[in-house]
């Protein structure tokens, strides 16, 4: 498939890309040679082939949501840079 120069400065467009004279000719016949490319895939028999949703068959194993205390508040404050009694001290982010 061959890509023209109206169909390059449509995506262009599209993707908000400035694109410069110089480079239209590079970019045209790497586009065409990307889809040239993924036509191939349409040689392939699928025939009989399930559609993937996934590509492995792994399942996440997520752990239980319990809430734990697994450092104490002085422990969390010990290397703090600033600190007070209870929190940590951060720059003032708005005015």
Do not use: C
Request: charge should be negative; glycine fraction near 2%.
């Amino acid at each position: 498939m061959q890509v023209d120069k109206s169909t390059l400065e449509k995506m262009a467009h599209l993707s908000r890309l400035n694109i410069k004279p110089e480079e239209e000719t590079k970019l045209l016949q790497d586009m065409s040679d990307i889809l040239s490319w993924v036509e191939k895939l349409n040689e392939l028999d699928t025939e009989g082939v399930t559609p993937l949703t996934h590509m492995t068959q792994e399942v996440n194993v997520f752990r239980p949501d319990v809430a734990e205390n697994k450092i104490s508040q002085a422990d969390a404050l010990k290397n703090a840079p600033a600190k007070d009694d209870q929190y940590f001290k951060v720059p003032k982010v708005l005015k």
